[in-house]
């Protein structure tokens, strides 16, 4: 079995090994793979001797990436600018992810780190490492990190891991085929003294209660739809935290028969729409996610939709689920 990392351009090489200055920028409201791809790229660059600026939008909202915003600049100086820095954008399918602070950004150079499965390039020839089947953008950050020919460090490792671990959802979104070569990388974070224990309680521990019995009663007012193929979940507006949608993903695909999960969440003037998937099924949210101006991977996947009532909103996806699954609505 090859791999499933193919080689990087010698362009997007070139250009990082000659930059003496570069932004390193993930998409807008981040999760974890966005901010840990972004710290450990950061860490290979400052390895380099580069100067680096890490850039995010936020908000920073979920409480294990909270601690991570001091990390952040909200926007780039105009000295730093007028460096000509390289722009180094992780995690980001299209050009609109960043948000703001890419804007000004628009007439440097810029090589793009990407693993979702749908999304427009928007990078010059030779200057994208896109691979779909990666499980994280860690993963890919990694790779380049090789191609570099930068050593491992611990706080390097440290970053990769976690990035690699939540995007995974602790190793359960992996499928046969990335799980062998990833988990041999994941081993050698390890083997500089990364716990995973430790890192899967830093990031799970300190819940509040609330937000537990939240969590709860989204799971208790789950639909069962199309056979039972499907669960239909709504998060209310007032029910603010971010976190909620990992328990209750993690909680609904346990249930027997389910291949799909879609969580519709409340925003005041939008719906985010969250989809999983299986593993097993044959279901490709991220294909649904883009065709609603989203993106994703086959098995996790989100946009943003206006003009729906909640109640809309379910009965489409719920069409276009029903499309995907070759089954009826019944």
């Given at each position: 079995m090859g791999s499933i990392f193919p080689p990087c351009e010698p362009r997007l090489?070139?250009?990082?090994?000659?930059?003496?200055?570069?932004?390193?920028?993930?998409?807008?409201?981040?999760?974890?793979?966005?901010?840990?791809?972004?710290?450990?790229?950061?860490?290979v660059l400052s390895a380099m001797g580069k100067e680096t600026l890490l850039l995010n939008e936020g908000p920073f909202l979920r409480d294990d990436i909270k601690p991570l915003e001091a990390l952040f600049a909200k926007e780039a100086g105009k000295d730093f600018i007028?460096?000509?820095?390289?722009?180094?954008?992780?995690?980001?399918?299209?050009?609109?992810?960043?948000?703001?602070?890419?804007?000004?950004?628009?007439?440097?150079?810029?090589?793009?780190?990407d693993h979702h499965s749908a999304g427009v390039p928007f990078a010059d020839e030779g200057m994208s490492y896109i691979v779909p089947e990666s499980p994280s953008t860690t993963m890919l950050v990694d790779v380049v990190r090789e191609a570099?020919?930068?050593?491992?460090?611990?706080?390097?490792?440290?970053?990769?891991?976690?990035?690699?671990?939540?995007?995974?959802?602790?190793?359960?979104?992996?499928?046969?085929?990335?799980?062998?070569?990833?988990?041999?990388?994941?081993?050698?974070?390890t083997e500089t003294g990364i716990?995973?224990?430790?890192?899967?309680?830093?990031?799970?521990?300190?819940?509040?209660?609330?937000?537990?019995?939240?969590?709860a009663s989204i799971i208790a007012a789950a639909r069962s739809e199309l056979g039972g193929k499907v669960l239909l979940a709504?998060?209310?507006?007032?029910?603010?935290?971010?976190?909620?949608?990992?328990?209750?993903?993690?909680?609904?695909?346990?249930?027997s028969?389910?291949?799909?999960?879609?969580?519709?969440?409340?925003?005041?003037d939008a719906l985010e729409i969250g989809f999983r998937a299986k593993n097993k099924s044959l279901l490709d949210v991220g294909k649904i996610a883009a065709a609603l101006g989203g993106g994703g991977h086959r098995c996790a996947a989100g946009a943003t939709i206006t003009g729906y009532t909640a109640e809309e909103a379910g009965k489409m996806l719920l069409s276009m689920m029903a499309k995907e699954l070759n089954c009826t609505g019944e």
């Open positions: 090489i070139e250009a990082i090994e000659s930059t003496a200055a570069a932004i390193v920028i993930a998409h807008r409201n981040p999760d974890g793979d966005a901010l840990y791809s972004s710290l450990a790229m950061k860490e007028e460096r000509s820095p390289l722009v180094i954008i992780l995690d980001c399918s299209t050009e609109d992810r960043p948000g703001t602070p890419l804007v000004p950004l628009k007439e440097l150079r810029r090589i793009v780190i570099l020919g930068v050593p491992l460090t611990k706080t390097m490792a440290d970053y990769l891991y976690r990035g690699f671990a939540t995007d995974t959802g602790f190793y359960h979104f992996l499928n046969e085929r990335q799980a062998p070569e990833c988990l041999r990388r994941a081993a050698a974070f716990s995973p224990y430790d890192v899967f309680d830093e990031m799970h521990d300190g819940r509040k209660l609330d937000d537990i019995k939240n969590a709504y998060q209310p507006a007032e029910m603010t935290n971010a976190g909620l949608s990992d328990s209750v993903y993690g909680s609904l695909l346990q249930t028969g389910v291949e799909g999960i879609i969580l519709i969440k409340d925003k005041g």
